[in-house]
């Protein structure tokens, strides 16, 4: 698997925070203005050996575009990892008040899994559950850890995504988690990058119990490239990117690279 993954979140719905959106986007929004968009994206990053693909049930039609893609070019090498645990609600409509709902209950977990496996099959190699917080009772819910389980024994990876201020201890507690005998997960993808890097030090446990470790948010939803505020000319990033003859945002992804826990690093569009 490529060790740079393609993160489709920005990709798969019409409303999305990222640093230059509306620039990028222009006033078509249309759900088939964003399947053409992405399929070109996902061409270009199959050309340029990315072969990992980061979806979720929330990125309103990301996984549809994605197994179009693949059934249109059907490449042999490819792995898809999706989410579940939102349900994207927004209706295609960049202008609605909400976009996604959170929900880990067994009922959405069982959902969502067949939702994914239908457009994504065998594509399908690690499926995660989308936000964990020692908050929401999932890491707790010895009902859905049976549930995963068996997904798990069939040969699904399961893994854990994590965000905000409490992203250690989730990472520690879900590391306690066996189902069966067995560590329920074996894969965790977190925000890591050079605005934000305390996560590490449970990175490398992750790691060290066997698991995967993905980073998401390598750019910070788009700050620390050339038109963020952390990654532009004058900034200490945007100078070190000059000097080096490569964008700011090549050398944040780069940071995220050269940590020996990490697995693969997500770049979203």
């Known amino acids: 698997m490529s060790r740079i993954g393609l993160g489709m979140a920005a990709l798969g719905r019409p409303a999305y ?53 693949l059934a249109r070019t059907r490449p042999e090498d490819v792995v898809v990892g999706s989410k579940w645990g ?32 239908a457009l994504l099959d065998s594509h399908l190699r690690l499926y995660q559950v989308h936000s964990v917080t020692l908050e929401s009772g999932v890491l707790e819910n010895g009902l859905l850890h049976e549930a995963l389980a068996r997904q798990r024994d069939l040969g699904l990876l399961l893994g854990i995504t994590t965000s905000g201020p409490s992203q250690a201890e989730t990472i520690r507690r879900a590391l306690e988690i066996r189902s069966g005998g067995e560590p329920l997960f074996g894969a965790v993808q977190a925000t ?26 390598a750019l910070a939803n788009g700050r620390l490239t050339a038109r963020g505020d952390a990654g532009a000319p004058g900034t200490p990033l945007g100078d070190a990117a000059e000097a080096a003859g490569f964008g700011a945002d090549a050398l944040a992804i780069a940071a995220a690279l050269a940590r020996p826990w990490a697995s693969v690093v997500l770049s979203g569009a």
């Not at 925070?17 to 222009?26: K, L, M």
């Not at 609600?89 to 959405?108: F, I, Q, R």
């Open 17 to 69: 925070i990222t640093t230059g959106r509306a620039s990028d986007f222009g006033e078509d929004r249309s759900e088939a203005a964003f399947r053409h968009r992405a399929w070109q994206v996902l061409d270009a990053a199959y050309a340029g050996g990315i072969r990992y693909l980061d979806c979720a049930r929330s990125y309103g039609s990301a996984e549809a575009f994605v197994a179009g893609w």
């Open 86 to 117: 939102y349900t994207y609600v927004g209706g295609w409509d960049p202008a609605a008040a909400v976009h996604e709902v959170k929900d880990h209950s067994l009922a959405t977990f069982e959902r969502q899994h067949a939702e994914s496996r």
């Open 192 to 217: 890591w990058n050079l605005l934000e890097p305390s996560v590490e030090p449970a990175l490398v446990e992750a790691v060290q119990a066997g698991w995967a470790v993905i980073v998401k948010e």
